[in-house]
C-alpha cells in the first residue's frame, strides 16, 4: 500500500498546554521515554540478551522569552520555604488532514534548570526548558484506516 502523503504529520500544529495554558509561544518540543535495560550474556551464543528495568521520561522545550513565568515557577526551588515546581504537560498534534489528533499527558514533569538570561543583539530571545518526567498517558491516539495485521501482511 502507497504512502498517502497528505495524511503525514505537519510539525506546525502540535501544541503545549501547562496547567490548561496553551503555550503559543513555543516552536519545538521533544519527549522521550527511554527504556532502561540490563544486559544478559547468555550460554552458546556471541548474542546479548537484554532485560527491561525501567523507563526514564525526558523532555524539551524550545520557544519565544514572552514572559518571565517560567523564572518564577521553576525558580520557586531556589526559595528554601518553598516545594519544587513540579507540573503535567499536555503534548498534542491535530493536523487537520491526519487520521486524527495525538494528545500525551506528561505526568511529575520537573524543568531541570531555571532559564534565568541569555540574548544575542539583533537576534529574537528564546527559551529552552529541558525536563524529566515519571509517567504518561495516551490520551488521544491517532489511528488509520488500516490495521496493523494487514500493513504486516502487506510489507512481507
Not at 509561544?25 to 551464543?45: F, H, M, Y
Not at 537484554?50 to 526514564?56: I, N, V
Not at 490495521?147 to 501482511?153: G, P, T
Amino acid at each position: 500500500m502507497a504512502l498517502d502523503a497528505t495524511r503525514t504529520i505537519n510539525g506546525t500544529y502540535g501544541e503545549v498546554w501547562c496547567e490548561g495554558v496553551w503555550l503559543t509561544n513555543v516552536k519545538q518540543a521533544e519527549a522521550v521515554a527511554e527504556i532502561d535495560k540490563e544486559e544478559i550474556p547468555r550460554s552458546g551464543t556471541r548474542w546479548k540478551g537484554h532485560k527491561s528495568m525501567g523507563l526514564t521520561g525526558t523532555g524539551n522545550i524550545t520557544g519565544y522569552k514572552i514572559t518571565s513565568e517560567f523564572i518564577r515557577r521553576i525558580g520557586s526551588i531556589a526559595n528554601d520555604r518553598s516545594k519544587p515546581f513540579v507540573t503535567e504537560l499536555i503534548y498534542k498534534l491535530n493536523d487537520p488532514e491526519s487520521f486524527g489528533a495525538e494528545r500525551i499527558r506528561l505526568k511529575g514533569v520537573q524543568f531541570d534548570r531555571i532559564p534565568l538570561s541569555s540574548f544575542e543583539v539583533n537576534t529574537i530571545v528564546e527559551e529552552e526548558l529541558p525536563f524529566t518526567f515519571s509517567g504518561y498517558d495516551l490520551l488521544d491516539e491517532i489511528k488509520s484506516s488500516t490495521n496493523w495485521d494487514n500493513f504486516n501482511r502487506n510489507a512481507q
